[in-house]
């Protein structure tokens, strides 16, 4: 069994920061990529940004390019989302996940973190 434990959501202020982390614990395994989702009331489920194992490869939504960064400590099994420059438009639930398989940055994953809510304020 896997779990996920997302933290450091909260509100923040329009052109705040924000620092998410999300802590992978159960069997051991070791993720391929790790990844962000939010979800808005009434929108859909949408990825943020992933990283892939080695920290090589990173992907982003344009909407966050230039705000956000993502990282991870493989050693620690956490992922890290960096947000800068909060807007109101960021303000959603966000989820942490991982892949098993190695699925690309942008596919199929495995395990789900149960979200943070972040609300940012004008």
């Known amino acids: 069994q896997v779990q996920l434990v997302e933290s450091g959501g909260g509100l923040a202020q329009a052109g705040g920061s924000l620092r998410l982390s999300c802590a992978a614990s159960?069997?051991?395994?070791?993720?391929?990529?790790m990844g962000w989702f939010r979800q808005a009331p009434g929108k859909v489920r949408e990825i943020v940004a992933s990283i892939s194992r080695s920290s090589g490869s990173t992907y982003y939504t344009d909407s966050v390019k230039g705000r956000f960064t993502i990282s991870r400590d493989n050693a620690k099994n956490t992922v890290y989302l960096q947000m800068n420059s909060l807007k109101p438009e960021d303000t959603a639930i966000y989820y942490c996940?991982?892949?098993?398989?190695?699925?690309?940055?942008?596919?199929?994953?495995?395990?789900w973190g149960q979200g943070t809510q972040v609300t940012v304020s004008a």
């Open positions: 159960g069997r051991t395994f070791s993720p391929y990529a």
């Open positions: 996940a991982v892949q098993e398989t190695n699925y690309g940055l942008t596919g199929w994953y495995d395990h």
